[in-house]
T-cell receptor, first 107, second 121 residues
Framework: DIQMTQSPSSLSASVGDRVTITCRAS??????LNWYQQKPGKAPKLLIH???TLQSGVPSTFSGSGSGTDFTLTISALQPEDFATYYC?????????FGQGTKVEIK | EVQLLESGGGLVQPGGSLRLSCVAS????????MSWVRQAPGKGLEWVSA??????????ADSVKGRFTISRDSSKNTLYLQMNSLRADDTAVYYC????????FGVGDVWGKGTTVTVSS
C-alpha cells in the first residue's frame, strides 16, 4: 500500500496568515492527489483534486501543487472558516490511502 | 441538489452483521462510481470500498476484504455495505461518497453526513 505522510500534524496560525501543508507519498503517484477539509462532526469536503484542480465553489485562497511524491496545499490568507483538519489522499493505486491529517488551529 | 443520506448504523456485538445504506438524490446514480470511507473515533479517514457505476467492479481495503460486500441498486438509487464478522476495530463513522467518474477514480466530490457503527459486547 502507498503510505501518505503529512506535515506538520498540527499548526497554529492567525487570520490572514499564509499556511502551507505538505504531503509525501511513499512512491510516485503522478498527479493523483486530492485534498479534503474536515470540520468537527462534519463530513469531509473536497477542496482540490488531481493535485492542483480547485473543486467548484472552493475559494481561490486554496491552491495545490506537486507531482510524483511531494505535494503542497497552500492557503494564501487564512480565514476564520478555514480552521479545520486537512487530509491528503492518493488515488493512484487501490487502496486509496489518506494522510494522517493536519489540524489547523487558531493562534 | 446532490445529496447522500446514510442509514443502518448502530450497536452490534463482535461477530455480528450490519447492512449500511446510502440513498442518493439529485444526480444520475448509475453514472457515477461510489465509495465508503470510515473514520474511527478521534482518528483519520480510511478508504473502505468502492464500486463502479455499472456495479461490475468492486474494490476493498485489505482490512475488510472477505468480510464486507459493497453493492448498489440503481432502481432505488441506493448504495449498500454489507458488513459481516464485525470486530471492535470496525467501530467508526461510515461515510458514503460520490465519485467523479463512472469508473472507480476515488475522488469523493459529494459526501453524506455519515452513520455510526459501534461494535461492542
Amino acid at each position: 500500500d502507498i503510505q501518505m505522510t503529512q506535515s506538520p500534524s498540527s499548526l497554529s496560525a492567525s487570520v490572514g496568515d499564509r499556511v502551507t501543508i505538505t504531503c509525501r507519498a511513499s512512491q510516485s503517484i503522478g498527479s493523483f492527489l486530492n485534498w479534503y477539509q474536515q470540520k468537527p462532526g462534519k463530513a469531509p469536503k473536497l477542496l482540490i483534486h488531481t493535485a492542483s484542480t480547485l473543486q467548484s465553489g472552493v475559494p481561490s485562497t486554496f491552491s495545490g501543487s506537486g507531482s510524483g511524491t511531494d505535494f503542497t496545499l497552500t492557503i494564501s490568507a487564512l480565514q476564520p472558516e478555514d480552521f479545520a483538519t486537512y487530509y491528503c489522499q492518493q488515488t493512484n493505486n487501490i487502496p486509496y490511502t489518506f494522510g494522517q491529517g493536519t489540524k489547523v488551529e487558531i493562534k | 441538489e446532490v445529496q447522500l443520506l446514510e442509514s443502518g448504523g448502530g450497536l452490534v456485538q463482535p461477530g455480528g452483521s450490519l447492512r449500511l445504506s446510502c440513498v442518493a438524490s439529485g444526480f444520475t446514480f448509475s453514472s457515477y462510481a461510489m465509495s465508503w470511507v470510515r473514520q474511527a473515533p478521534g482518528k483519520g479517514l480510511e478508504w473502505v470500498s468502492a464500486i463502479s457505476g455499472s456495479g461490475g467492479g468492486a474494490y476493498y481495503a485489505d482490512s475488510v476484504k472477505g468480510r464486507f460486500t459493497i453493492s448498489r441498486d440503481s432502481s432505488k438509487n441506493t448504495l449498500y455495505l454489507q458488513m459481516n464478522s464485525l470486530r471492535a476495530d470496525d467501530t467508526a463513522v461510515y461515510y458514503c461518497a460520490k465519485d467523479t467518474l463512472i469508473t472507480v477514480f476515488g475522488v469523493g466530490d459529494v459526501w453524506g453526513k455519515g452513520t455510526t457503527v459501534t461494535v461492542s459486547s
